[in-house]
């Protein structure tokens, strides 16, 4: 779970990391797809986000993806069921799972005769993303937007605030083996990646536990530090 408020920078995490990987990645790109493939230009090319145009998306994302077979982009509605056929379909072309597929983001997925507002939402699609992963041997990192404003008057909800667990209600903290939080800091220079939970080593669901990354928003790319 990549959990973050509106603009907090998860997208940016997220698309970086699947520029960047060797291994197979899927990715849904539900939530403004053009933004992402827009994002993912910017980062191959590393160039100005304002100097790719949309135009040109279609050109620069065909001849990129042609150099990284390993990583495939869908877009348009998705439910569960259509990314587990997309995971066996991907999974016969590459003569192996995807290795990650990422779900941008959570609010985007479809749930017969529910809506992300319900519970009902939650109680559906979670347990069953996480059948999915151990079905299919492969790890879903999910996007979750948090817009609510938070314990003790935190204002988290803009993206420039730490979080801490208690802030993800129905993020799927619970299923998640992987509770990541993002915000940014220092005059929007910085990213910030918090652990609160993991499954096998350090964390803090207070969300004191963190790692900076530099970040160009100019390029949308990021920087170890």
Known sequence: MLAGAPGGGKSTVAANWAWRSQ???????????????????????????????????????????????????????????????????????????PHVVFVDNLFDLRSEGNSYMSNDFYADVLPALKQLAINHDVGIVLLHHVTRSGER?????????????????????????HVWGVYRGHGNRQLFVQVLKQGHGR???????????????????????
């Open 23 to 97: 291994d197979p990645i899927l990715y849904l790109a539900i939530d403004r797809p053009l933004d992402m493939m827009q994002r993912l230009v910017a980062i191959g090319l590393d160039k100005r986000m304002s100097e790719v145009a949309q135009g040109e998306l279609d050109y620069w994302s065909t001849r990129l993806t042609g150099k990284r077979d390993e990583l495939v982009i869908e877009t348009g509605t998705q439910t569960v069921e259509s990314l587990e056929h997309r995971l066996i379909a991907l999974t016969e072309w590459l003569m192996e799972p």
């Open 153 to 177: 008057g935190k204002k988290h909800g803009q993206g420039s605030e730490p979080l801490t667990m208690t802030d993800l209600l129905h993020g799927g903290e619970r299923e998640a083996a």
């Open 203 to 225: 964390a803090d669901a207070g969300g004191s536990l963190k790692v900076a990354l530099d970040w160009s928003p100019e390029t949308m790319r990021t920087f170890s530090r």
